[in-house]
């Protein structure tokens, strides 16, 4: 199932580093930053360090909202 299928739950959606970082507005070492202190959840697909990583959109709009100033 496509993240893009109109039957998949926008909140649940699988997004990309790259995607990540354009929902979040920021660049990509600040987010392996937050990603390697633990302060944002992220999952590695595949094996290894240098296996790629997978965000929540979920997770991250929830991550923003308790981080709100």
Do not use: C, F
Not at 46 to 61: D, M, N, V
């Amino acid at each position: 199932m496509s993240n893009r299928d109109e039957t998949y739950p926008v909140q649940d959606l699988i997004l990309t580093s790259r995607e990540a970082q354009e929902l979040l507005k920021i660049g990509r070492t600040k987010l392996w930053d937050l990603t390697r202190k633990n302060a944002i959840p992220a999952y590695r697909v595949g094996t290894g360090r240098t296996s790629a990583l997978r965000y929540k959109r979920s997770e991250l709009i929830a991550w923003l909202d308790r981080n709100r100033v």
